[in-house]
């Protein structure tokens, strides 16, 4: 595939708030780099820099040794993935196909057995840390699929990423993901009524921020996005409406294997009723809107 002592020449699927900056770390490590938009322009960039831009996602899996995808939502991945212009039909014969998308675990596995058949080998490796982790190269990474796959990848996800791991076989790095999403839907909730109560009370946000945040209440989301919501900056660095994607795909596992998530479905109609109210495209501590008694604070009801 590659001589010895020659980088593999990667393919990217995604330029979007977290993708640009990712395969951005690809190309100034020193790998060969072919990129792929659906909006053309967002590749601009990279390209002048001396990625190459791809016409059509089939076209670059055929140039590349590995292809990573990180789109939108599941049906995206099934339309780039399946199909006789898809991924698994172009890609060569022992190349290495990544999903880094928050996807469902079944499509995951899907995918490593159809392009098992095609001697293409895959990972599911969703990645945490927003905008912030990927512009910093400091994402956690969590993948499934085989040693031998996660072997190849890792040097790859090492320019992305601080924390790598691998969990399983094919979907467990998407279970890992849904585990990761739940424990953030819920914690969103207690930092948006923890703000709240706290204005309410007359307390200085910043204060509070600082002194709860250095105690037992400390976590990356009440000092990372705490002060947003103090300030009322809702610009995106993790879409609401990939949000609640997100949460109703854990949502589903969760039903299959029969667990009740009362905290997680709380949070899902919360952040739906933000999709609703036309704030889908904020980030998600504009969960605070709900809360805030400056926007009406909607609350929980």
Known sequence: MTNEGTKAT?????????????????????YPLHVFNRTAAKADDLVARGAVLAKTPGDLAAACDVVITIVGYPADVEGLYFGPDGLIARARE???????TTSSPDLARRIAVEAAKAGIETLDAPVSGGDVGARAGKLAIMVGGSAAAFGR???VFE???ERIALMGGAGAGQHTKMANQIAIASTMLAVSESLAYAEAAGLDLAQVIEVVGSGAASSFLLGGLGPKMSAR???????????VKDMGIALSEAERMGLDLPGLELARRLYQRLVDEGYGEEGTQALFRLYDARDGARGAN
């Open 94 to 100: 022992g190349a290495l196909l990544i999903d880094m």
């Open 233 to 243: 900056d809702y610009a995106p660095g993790f879409f609401v409406h990939h949000f």
């Open 159 to 161: 320019t992305m990423g």
């Open 10 to 30: 990667i393919g990217f699927i995604g330029l979007g708030i977290m993708g640009r900056s990712m395969a951005g770390h690809i190309l100034d490590a020193g």
């Open 153 to 155: 990848a890792l040097p």
